[in-house]
DNA sequence: GTCTATAGGTTGATAGAC
DNA sequence: GTCTATCAACCTATAGAC
């Protein structure tokens, strides 16, 4: 590749493994921006600096390569995954809560711009949904995650014994989605807003409150 | 050129005008089950069994009907405007809880598809979010519904006074939005299913009971 | 592995008859 | 108002040189 004049930056900071790479990052930047229906294979090529022919040397065709880019995208779950979450009794359920509702939001501002791109083509929304099964990924896992911690707090005391775990973390994580679809479908004006992630952890917060000796 | 929403008013009863409806059906149709990046005008004509150039006479270009698709793809949202959403003091909350989340739930399954299909463009995204702006028009609509009705059943001594109602609305709406949204990606197989609206709902009910003399 | 050049098909949009 | 016929532009994908 003819990277004469101040080429791609292959520099200490982008470990880029070549052209490859730069196909995936420029088709997950247009994706991102532009939107699935605007996003041809002349664009992703001209965007990442190399020809057409290499796109589909690499990538077979179209929906190859728009697979690979859902994959990229779905990289930020591995983060969502720690069992750092296990929760501890000497902090209040609120700074935990806090700290799990700002995790999901990151994550979800960083997915939503590839699975919403894809969720514009029938076909492919198909493909990644059957994607996620085999991987047993999804909008259920983050609850679950939520589920597990809220159980956790609750063994330790910190959770009303009779709250349901399971529908209360739906609440949470559901709570976190529409506020990131929100932000993701108004852009830049953000119009009316919605509550807060730290307004909103606290008040889970107190609804989860043992109700022994008020 | 042609208005986009108020009708032609062709006539005392407006009975005539077959060809605009059969467009907006078509594409309607078409954008929900195959997705933004596989509507073309052509396959819009074909479908609403008129000439493609009925088309574009009718809406001028592909964004004008994608706009006007757009509009009636909203309508749907009228429907949850009722003011009947003041709840009694003589209903179990977990009863009005569950009416309400399920019918957030039907209008989200039928508006989805459409907006999700906008979603796919990024200035089609932008010209909506717009639109939704001028019409303060979005999530934060459901939200305050909730939330109005909420505060009500705080005042009818229903629900824990120290509840924070705008957050808990947040989490109501965002659990029916994050179960309706799993459910136009998942298509038919669901994979692992998300607690359900009614456990939800009384969740949620038992959440906030008031806390006095338990 | 990457390029240039191009084939073959589709698309959005227009012109003009009726 | 609706149609048929058509165009120029664009798209995906392939062939072949290097």
New interface residues.
């Given amino acids: 590749m003819p990277d004469l004049l101040g080429g791609p930056k292959r520099g200490p900071g982008r470990p880029s493994e070549g052209v490859r790479d730069s196909i995936l990052d420029a088709a997950l930047a247009l994706l991102s921006?532009?939107?699935?229906?605007?996003l041809t294979t002349r664009q992703v090529a001209s965007r990442a600096g190399v020809s057409e022919a290499s796109v589909f040397y690499h990538f077979g065709d179209k929906v190859g390569l728009l697979q690979a880019v859902v994959l990229a995208g779905l990289e930020p779950l591995k983060q969502l995954e720690p069992a750092t979450l296990t929760g501890a009794a000497d902090r209040p359920l609120a700074d935990s809560l806090s700290e799990i509702t700002s995790a999901m939001d990151s994550f979800f501002d960083r997915a939503l711009p590839v699975?919403?791109?894809i969720?514009?083509?029938?076909?492919?929304?198909?493909a990644?949904?059957?994607r996620?099964?085999e991987r047993?990924l999804?909008?259920?896992r983050g609850?679950q995650l939520v589920d597990r911690y809220l159980t956790g707090m609750k063994e330790l005391g910190m959770v009303e014994t009779?709250?349901?775990t399971?529908?209360?973390?739906?609440?949470?994580?559901?709570?976190?989605?529409?506020?990131s679809?929100?932000r993701?479908?108004?852009?830049n004006?953000p119009?009316?807003?919605?509550?807060g992630l730290t307004?909103?952890a606290?008040?889970?917060a107190?609804?989860?409150a043992p109700?022994t000796a008020?």
């Fill in positions: 921006e532009s939107g699935l229906a605007r699975v919403e791109a969720n514009g083509d029938a076909d492919l929304r198909a990644f949904a059957e996620l099964l047993d999804g909008p259920h609850v009779t709250a349901d399971h529908a209360t973390a739906l609440l949470i994580v559901g709570a976190c989605f529409l506020r679809w929100q993701h479908l108004m852009g004006d119009g009316p807003e919605l509550p307004e909103t606290h008040a889970v107190q609804l989860l109700r008020d």
